[in-house]
């Protein structure tokens, strides 16, 4: 069984710039959701995506936008980064349908914003 | 609204002592609560969840945990702490199993030799 993998694992972005975030799903599930972990702080929720649609979102601005492929992987990306976009940035999967809420994270992107 | 509040954002205990950290949740829905714990520099793993069945909910590593709705609790013990055991743990509350997750600030435990 293969786990939630994301990538880069680490990266640095001036203020201004954008920045795409890739998650691959665990095998076998069909949801994809994304976290923004501030240092120091518990994970926020960004967005879910369910069938290569957005399935429900956080208090996150329009610039922070997802994308699902049909292999369930899925992007994270973010326009104009801000000083406070720093974080790390984790993906976790889920199989819709399944009524435990069961969240599996990959290890998480490590975003610096200069 | 959903929220949790976990008290202490530090804990510290002797290697074989209790391990007690503690995890509040409000939540206008039955909910569903989670113990997810994060080693450095790694993403978070599941400790253990309640969802409407036992009150009483065993995990992995010796952990384990009790809904109290009454106290709308959903503390985390362990035993006896082993050095192993230091990361950050977090609780986190799903309503009803929906989506979306709201994490607590979480704890830092360390585990004193």
């Known amino acids: 069984e293969t786990g939630v993998t994301q990538s880069p694992t680490h990266l640095i972005k001036t203020r201004g710039q954008q920045v795409t975030l890739r998650c691959s799903s665990q095998s076998g599930h069909n949801t994809v959701s994304w976290y923004q972990q501030a240092l120091g702080q518990g994970p926020q929720f960004i967005f879910q995506y369910y069938r290569e649609e957005e399935n429900g979102r956080g208090n996150f601005p329009p610039r922070f936008s997802g994308l699902q492929f049909p292999n369930y992987s899925s992007e994270l990306n973010v326009n104009a980064l801000e000083l406070d976009d720093s974080a790390l940035y984790l993906c976790?999967?889920?199989?819709?349908?399944?009524?435990?809420?069961?969240?599996?994270f990959g290890e998480g992107s490590r975003l610096t914003v200069l | 609204a959903q929220s949790v509040t976990q008290l202490g954002s530090h804990v510290s205990v002797s290697e074989g002592a209790l391990v007690l950290l503690r995890c509040n949740y409000s939540?206008?829905?039955?909910?569903?609560l989670f113990w997810y714990v994060q080693y450095p520099n790694q993403g978070l793993q599941l400790l253990l969840k309640y969802t409407s069945a036992a009150t009483l909910v065993k995990g992995i590593n010796g952990f384990e945990a009790e809904f109290k709705k009454s106290e709308t609790s959903f503390h985390l013990t362990k035993p006896s702490a082993h050095m192993s055991d230091a990361a950050e743990y977090f609780c986190a509350v799903s309503p009803s199993g929906t989506y979306k997750y709201i994490f607590g600030t979480g704890t830092r435990l360390k585990v004193l030799a």
């Open positions: 939540s206008s829905v039955p909910p569903y």
């Open positions: 976790a999967s889920s199989l819709a349908g399944v009524n435990t809420g069961e969240l599996f």
